[in-house]
């Protein structure tokens, strides 16, 4: 068994953040709860769901929770078991979407965090290296992407960052 501490991981689309934070969580060997992010609000999103669902196999519990997500880790980051969040970044756009403060949301998840006495595996995307979104919104989400991801890293004891599959620690605990 690892002794794991709460950790970030950041990285692109298919980088293999999700598959990296699987491991650090399976490899604990605490129990495993999967917190989604994400809603099924079609075909193509049913079918990435489900993909991740078929890679992490038997021995998930999955919690599904777009929105309130210091309510869903208060209830399932307790004693013996490790919580695997997969992303903020579906997150944050689901806060947005539904006309919620981010920044709000997010002090109030970096407070969480820093009182949590279980790991949580946090996933998230590195969307600022691409090209400038065309659009206000688009704009206005890459930058809160951004500042979510700084605040959290500077809470959270490890932050590693994956390119092609490989990680690279930024900040380690142990």
Same mark, same amino acid.
């Given at each position: 068994?690892t +002794?794991l501490a709460t *950790?970030?991981?950041?990285?692109g689309?298919?980088s293999?953040?999700?598959?990296f934070?699987?491991?650090l969580v399976?490899? @604990?060997?605490l129990?495993?709860?999967?917190?989604?992010?994400?809603? %099924?609000g079609?075909?193509?999103?049913?079918s /990435?769901?489900a993909?991740h =669902?078929? /890679? $992490?196999?038997?021995?998930?519990?999955? +919690?599904?929770e777009?929105? #309130?997500l210091?309510?869903?880790?208060?209830r399932e980051?307790?004693?013996? =078991?490790a919580v !695997?969040?997969?992303?903020l970044t &579906?997150?944050? @756009?689901?806060l947005? &979407?539904?006309? $919620?403060?981010?920044e +709000?949301? #997010?002090r109030r998840? *970096? /407070?969480? !965090?820093?009182? %949590?006495?279980?790991?949580v595996v946090l996933v @998230?995307n590195e969307?600022?290296?691409? &090209?400038v979104p065309?659009?206000? &919104?688009?704009r206005?989400? /890459?930058?809160?992407?951004g $500042?979510l991801?700084q605040i959290v890293?500077?809470?959270v004891?490890?932050?590693?960052f994956?390119?092609?599959g490989?990680p690279?620690w !930024?900040k380690? @605990? *142990?």
């Amino acid at each position: 068994m690892t +002794v794991l501490a709460t *950790t970030l991981v950041l990285g692109g689309a298919r980088s293999g953040k999700s598959a990296f934070a699987e491991r650090l969580v399976a490899d @604990s060997g605490l129990a495993r709860i999967y917190l989604a992010t994400a809603t %099924a609000g079609d075909d193509e999103m049913r079918s /990435r769901i489900a993909h991740h =669902r078929q /890679r $992490r196999g038997d021995g998930w519990i999955t +919690v599904e929770e777009p929105l #309130a997500l210091v309510d869903a880790l208060t209830r399932e980051a307790i004693h013996g =078991r490790a919580v !695997l969040v997969d992303c903020l970044t &579906l997150w944050l @756009s689901n806060l947005m &979407l539904a006309g $919620r403060d981010p920044e +709000v949301e #997010a002090r109030r998840f *970096t /407070r969480f !965090l820093g009182v %949590a006495q279980y790991p949580v595996v946090l996933v @998230s995307n590195e969307v600022g290296l691409g &090209l400038v979104p065309e659009t206000p &919104l688009g704009r206005s989400f /890459r930058d809160a992407q951004g $500042r979510l991801n700084q605040i959290v890293a500077a809470t959270v004891p490890n932050v590693v960052f994956i390119a092609a599959g490989l990680p690279l620690w !930024l900040k380690r @605990s *142990t």
